[in-house]
């Protein structure tokens, strides 16, 4: 099929990637001329395993290709995904201005010939009814002759296409895999011919032709419902970790380990030992901004959303908790210098919004520190555009050359491998903060230096 994604942030360009890798025909619509130049010399935009590959052998294949016209993506595509950002406001409502200037400039070029456009983007319940109504409006406007050589300009007829919401599920860090291995793939459908070309767009996965390949699990709903899976989804996620972070905050208390308590619950089937793991709160692209957007949604229709709220109070004291386990252990941070280990918001990816490290590594700024920090992926330029004053060592030990204390704020799975007893001769204190309990409490405590973890 013909497939045609706008927006090359790592949703769509990791769907886009994947969906010619089983054979579409994809075109990727990028409105920064630079980012898409830099995509057709196989550039990439972002860090995630496996992407890189993916796209260089999608490009040689000719199943792959960029372009910066959106005139030109709606003419190749039957299928039109929708993957710009819906990034929050202040109040916590998101900002639905990209997909709305998607969504009418997708209708200014429609032809005659039916497409499904699919809303990708993390959107509020209802947002599939306006995105129609948008698109219909678009298609309203006389569109002036192509010069691009993507197709015909004006409108050969009256628009006939179907909205679908089809939510995506990516882990980063992990979105090349989860795209191929998903749990369930969901499809909000206002059309039986939508629906339809959805299953057959996602044949590999739900139909596969090798025997020996289950198939993934279809779900197929209205519009609204498919909206508030995806919140309802990351939702549930961020509770369950801010409630294993409110169980280590009285377990520090009381004398016990969570990461024992967590294991245990964890076994229970009924809980499962996913998303178990105390440390310095959450953050990223999905669920800072999806849980709030949830809340919002809620008190637009006279709903407060007290656990929701609630799950969002506990994630912000995680990362204050630092500062007070800092505090605690210097007395004075005026004058320190501090080490901080991981910057990205969880390993495998360089995705450094809403990240825990970059909070703390401000407020510890502003109380007068000197602040050092390491990340295997994420680059100083990455770090300064949020954070300017921060300084970037080139490697975990040279962060800890003059510091009072070592700050563990992501689990990059090297950090937990290299010479503690080197930590302890680089660290002029002798604390370590581990915010993510992945440090071994004994060997850290052999050596003399003082461990301080989440609930142990």
Known sequence: MKVGVIGTGYVGLVTGACLARVGHRVCCMDNDTAKVDRLKRGIMPIYEPGLEELVRQGVEEGLLEFTDA?????????????????PSRPDGSPDLSAVRAVARGIGQHLDGRYRVIVNKSTVPVGSGNWVRMLVEDGARKTVPALTDGGGAGAQAGEPDFNVVSNPEFLR??????????????????ESERAEQVMRELYRHWVSPDEPEREPVPLVVTDLASAEMIKYAANAFLATKISFIN???????????????????????KRIGNQFLNAGAGWGGSCFPKDVSALVSTGQEYGYEC???KATLSVNDTQRKRIIEKLQRELRILKGRTIAIWGLAFKPHTDDIRSAPALEVANQLLNLGCRVVAHDPVVTAAQAHS???????????????????AL???????????????????RLRGRVIIDGRNCLKREMVQELGLVYVGIGR
């Not at 409110?246 to 964890?266: H, M, T």
């Open 70 to 86: 959106l005139a030109a993506v709606v003419e190749h595509a039957e299928v039109l995904f929708i993957t710009v950002g819906t």
């Open 172 to 189: 980063e860090g992990s979105a090349v895999w989860d795209t191929f291995h998903p749990d369930r793939i969901v499809i909000g459908a």
């Open 246 to 268: 409110e169980i280590a905050n009285i377990c520090e208390r009381v004398g016990a380990d969570v990461s024992r308590v967590a294991q245990a619950i964890g076994l229970d």
């Open 306 to 308: 007290a656990l929701l």
């Open 386 to 404: 949020q954070v300017p004053d921060l300084q970037i060592a080139d490697s975990a030990l040279g962060a800890l050359d003059q510091a009072d």
């Open 407 to 425: 700050v563990v704020m992501t689990e990059w799975p090297e950090y937990p491998q290299l010479d503690l007893g080197e930590v302890g001769r």
